[in-house]
Nanobody, 124 residues
Framework: QVQLVESGGGLVQAGGSLRLSCAAS????????MGWFRQAPGKERDFVAA????????YVADSVKGRFTISRDNAKNTLYLQMNSLKPEDTAVYFC?????????????????WGQGTQVTVSS
């Protein structure tokens, strides 16, 4: 079992920055990749970014490319999402997830564990 706890969400003005964290615990060795998804009001949950735990290769959605950076600290079992140049359309609940796969990381179905989500609100 893997437990994921997100933190760092909040209210920020457009153009501002925010860094989300996701602390993983439990049987983390079974997770080979982690990712961030987000769900805005009235919309489906969308892929944001993912990273392979070993090697650190990253994948980023076009909607946030150039603005968001995903990273991880292996020693701390912590995942991060640095969000810069935030826009109102970035407003969503952001979820951290862990995958036992290293393929098709943009798909929800490939993630085995999910955090509770953290709210990010960007005002205009």
């Amino acid at each position: 079992q893997v437990q994921l706890v997100e933190s760092g969400g909040g209210l920020v003005q457009a153009g501002g920055s925010l860094r989300l964290s996701c602390a993983a615990s439990g049987r983390t060795f079974s997770s080979y990749a982690m990712g961030w998804f987000r769900q805005a009001p009235g919309k489906e949950r969308d892929f944001v970014a993912a990273i392979k735990w070993i090697g650190g290769r990253t994948y980023v959605a076009d909607s946030v490319k150039g603005r968001f950076t995903i990273s991880r600290d292996n020693a701390k079992n912590t995942l991060y999402l640095q969000m810069n140049s935030l826009k109102p359309e970035d407003t969503a609940v952001y979820f951290c997830a862990a995958s036992e796969s290293t393929y098709y990381l943009h798909l929800e179905v490939n993630y085995n564990y999910w955090g509770q989500g953290t709210q990010v609100t960007v005002s205009s």
